[in-house]
């Protein structure tokens, strides 16, 4: 009998974006080897020609499953949708899917390629601004996206983004509103964030999936 092999995560730690699909995986109960590629170390792994192979971008995260390789973590996420549906991590109705994805992308399109690590580093290196001047960017754009989210949330009802189960919403969530803490952000008053955030720390599979407990923290 042939094993079928195992999903491989290309992932770094402190990611948001593999923190996203590592939350997915680990709600899915999927068998998965991570496999670190260091952001910073040797002059950022992603970069090397092996990685590159896999993942022309230089981004992370990169999914492999078998021969199928898979880049930009949305896309990651509605895969593992796709091909292991249950438990879902998408509503039933179309209504409810346009919903979570509009939130989903409201973090992971507009609000976190603002504040990623090459475009805070191209503003110190290639633009000359300080790391007050970086600080600011960044509080700027997060604080503002997430009032946008938070807005987002409010008009709905449930445990989390979207009712009373995670969805890929939560999926982006939780790792832009970590990044923000890590940066002293203001989320003071973004009562819905901080509600939706507390209820999915308290899942065994969340809590896995961060950062701090990763191989290569």
Known sequence: MTTKPKLVLYSYWRSSA????RMALNLKGLD???R???LVKDGGQQHSAEYLKLNPQGLLPTLVDGETVITQSLAMLEYLEERHPAPALMP???AGRARVRAIASAIACDIHPLNNLRVLKYLVTDMGASDEDKLSWYRHWTE???GAVE???ADGAGDFCHGDEPTIADCCLLPQVYNAHRFNC???GFEAISRVCTNLEALDPVRLAAPENQPDA
Not at 18 to 21: A, L, M, Q
């Open 18 to 21: 593999s923190y996203r699909v």
């Open 32 to 34: 998965y080897d991570i």
């Open 36 to 38: 670190p590629v260091h």
């Open 92 to 94: 039933a109705d179309a």
């Open 144 to 146: 503002s996206g997430l």
């Open 151 to 153: 807005l987002l949330l």
């Open 186 to 188: 203001d989320l003071s």
